[in-house]
């Protein structure tokens, strides 16, 4: 497999497009896909427009990005408009690619299994791929994982949930030459080299935990414990619950969230906080179940910002143990909430990305979900979580 990460800050979309496509038409030949990551402060189908102009033929697929992304040119954003896409290619990759919006009446597990039949056709395949990659807006991305693993079973996969800069569903997806703001984008990889993935919320559990008792749908905790979810989550912080209501709780919890352990209990998926409701109840990012528990985990920005190097650390050692050679390329997905707390600190955060690619091509985008696996388990989401994923 082969790479390639450019960036531009041109002023307008056509001109970001223009100019980030014409370097990835120089710098790698014969791009199997183009993954795309862009402000919000362009207009994203003016953006697509142009690349597409600049890369016939190849697909193009991806979404915005919170304040930024960061290259091996460091961090690029902020109040910059910005756009950055990592190309892949080379003769041992067939790349499919497939999106859909959401539409008003729809079913996200019947738009999966289009989206991964799609994929499928695309590549000129009638078979599972080797790993997979996907995109969905802030909602049901668990169903649109469920319904391309009706299709092709479990195959590991990676990516994340389009983001903006206000928590406003101001985001977009990026399919071809078309932006929409809900739906999915999956590209399936087919390819003898390896890939490998280290999902982690990289936070530490504490003592306190508790049993899920009474949901409201599958991202409302009401009660934990039989007691008013916020009430218990307030007790375990020693906080009170006025400092935790509405948006407050979604700041507040970014340094102690809930975790959720998998049925082997190797991998923590991070449910984050979003929301204090006036009934006590818990608002979260991704799915909970009843009498599921939930544990009270705990950082501070030292430990987000310092766990980068950690994570890209533990993905060098699980792809050592893979025999794995230097990579083609490093693709991180990093939690847009992480990085809203971090906040000027962000240089230091893509300084050790820097460090750690070593190198190697890499492109890190800022997410309002985080999707991986963990070997003998399922493919997952999270928030307020890091999936770091390497490319042969």
Same mark, same amino acid.
């Given at each position: 497999?082969?790479?390639?990460?450019a960036?531009?800050?041109?002023?307008?979309?056509? &001109?970001?497009?223009?100019?980030?496509?014409?370097?990835?038409?120089?710098?790698?030949?014969?791009?199997?896909?183009?993954?795309a990551?862009g402000?919000?402060?362009?207009?994203?189908? &003016?953006?697509?427009?142009?690349?597409?102009?600049?890369?016939?033929?190849?697909?193009?697929?991806g979404?915005?990005?919170?304040?930024?992304? +960061?290259?091996?040119?460091?961090?690029?954003?902020?109040?910059?408009?910005? !756009?950055g896409?990592?190309?892949?290619?080379?003769?041992? !990759?067939?790349?499919?690619?497939?999106?859909?919006?959401?539409?008003? $009446?729809?079913?996200?597990?019947?738009?999966?299994?289009?989206?991964?039949?799609?994929?499928?056709?695309?590549?000129?395949?009638?078979?599972?791929?080797?790993?997979?990659?996907?995109?969905?807006?802030?909602?049901? &991305?668990?169903?649109? +994982?469920?319904?391309?693993?009706?299709?092709?079973g479990?195959?590991?996969?990676?990516?994340?949930?389009?983001?903006?800069? &206000?928590?406003?569903?101001?985001?977009?997806?990026?399919?071809?030459?078309?932006?929409? @703001?809900?739906?999915? !984008?999956?590209?399936?990889?087919?390819?003898?080299?390896?890939?490998?993935?280290?999902?982690?919320?990289?936070?530490?559990?504490?003592?306190?935990?508790?049993?899920?008792? /009474?949901?409201?749908?599958?991202?409302? +905790?009401?009660?934990?414990?039989?007691?008013?979810?916020?009430?218990?989550?307030?007790?375990?912080?020693?906080?009170?619950?006025?400092?935790?209501?509405?948006?407050?709780?979604?700041?507040?919890?970014?340094v102690?969230?809930?975790?959720?352990?998998?049925?082997?209990?190797?991998?923590?998926?991070?449910?984050h906080?979003?929301?204090?409701?006036?009934?006590?109840?818990?608002?979260?990012?991704?799915?909970?179940? =009843?009498?599921?528990?939930?544990i009270?985990?705990?950082? $501070?920005?030292?430990?987000? !910002?310092?766990?980068?190097? /950690?994570?890209?650390?533990?993905? /060098?050692?699980?792809? =050592?143990? $893979?025999?794995?050679? /230097?990579?083609?390329?490093?693709?991180?997905?990093?939690?847009?909430?992480?990085?809203?707390?971090?906040?000027?600190?962000?240089?230091?955060?893509?300084?050790?990305?820097?460090?750690?690619?070593?190198?190697?091509p890499?492109l890190?985008?800022?997410?309002?979900?985080?999707?991986?696996?963990? @070997?003998?388990?399922?493919?997952?989401?999270?928030?307020?979580?890091?999936?770091?994923?390497?490319?042969?």
């Amino acid at each position: 497999m082969q790479s390639f990460v450019a960036t531009s800050t041109a002023a307008s979309a056509a &001109e970001a497009g223009k100019e980030v496509a014409a370097k990835v038409a120089a710098g790698i030949d014969g791009a199997k896909v183009a993954m795309a990551y862009g402000s919000c402060d362009y207009d994203s189908e &003016e953006l697509l427009g142009a690349i597409a102009a600049e890369l016939p033929g190849v697909p193009v697929l991806g979404n915005t990005s919170f304040t930024g992304i +960061i290259t091996p040119e460091g961090f690029i954003g902020g109040d910059t408009p910005f !756009v950055g896409i990592l190309a892949l290619g080379g003769d041992d !990759v067939v790349v499919g690619t497939a999106g859909a919006p959401a539409g008003s $009446d729809h079913c996200a597990r019947c738009i999966g299994k289009n989206l991964a039949k799609a994929a499928m056709e695309a590549a000129g395949k009638d078979c599972p791929p080797n790993y997979w990659y996907m995109a969905a807006s802030p909602a049901e &991305e668990e169903y649109y +994982i469920k319904g391309v693993t009706d299709v092709i079973g479990r195959v590991p996969f990676f990516g994340g949930s389009a983001a903006d800069n &206000e928590i406003a569903g101001k985001w977009w997806l990026y399919n071809g030459t078309e932006a929409f @703001q809900d739906g999915c !984008v999956v590209a399936f990889f087919y390819t003898d080299t390896p890939f490998v993935n280290k999902f982690t919320g990289a936070y530490a559990e504490t003592d306190k935990f508790g049993v899920v008792t /009474k949901m409201d749908g599958d991202r409302n +905790i009401v009660e934990i414990c039989g007691k008013p979810a916020l009430d218990v989550y307030a007790d375990w912080r020693g906080m009170s619950t006025d400092q935790l209501m509405g948006g407050d709780l979604l700041v507040e919890s970014i340094v102690a969230p809930l975790g959720v352990k998998d049925r082997l209990g190797d991998l923590v998926a991070i449910r984050h906080p979003m929301n204090g409701n006036d009934d006590h109840s818990i608002a979260v990012g991704a799915k909970v179940a =009843e009498k599921t528990a939930v544990i009270c985990m705990e950082g $501070d920005v030292d430990c987000l !910002v310092g766990s980068v190097a /950690k994570t890209a650390g533990e993905l /060098k050692e699980k792809a =050592e143990k $893979d025999g794995f050679g /230097k990579p083609a390329a490093y693709f991180f997905v990093h939690c847009g909430g992480r990085r809203a707390a971090i906040a000027d600190r962000i240089d230091e955060v893509a300084d050790a990305f820097i460090a750690e690619a070593d190198g190697v091509p890499f492109l890190a985008e800022f997410t309002f979900g985080e999707y991986g696996f963990e @070997q003998d388990g399922c493919n997952s989401i999270g928030g307020l979580m890091l999936s770091f994923t390497a490319l042969g």
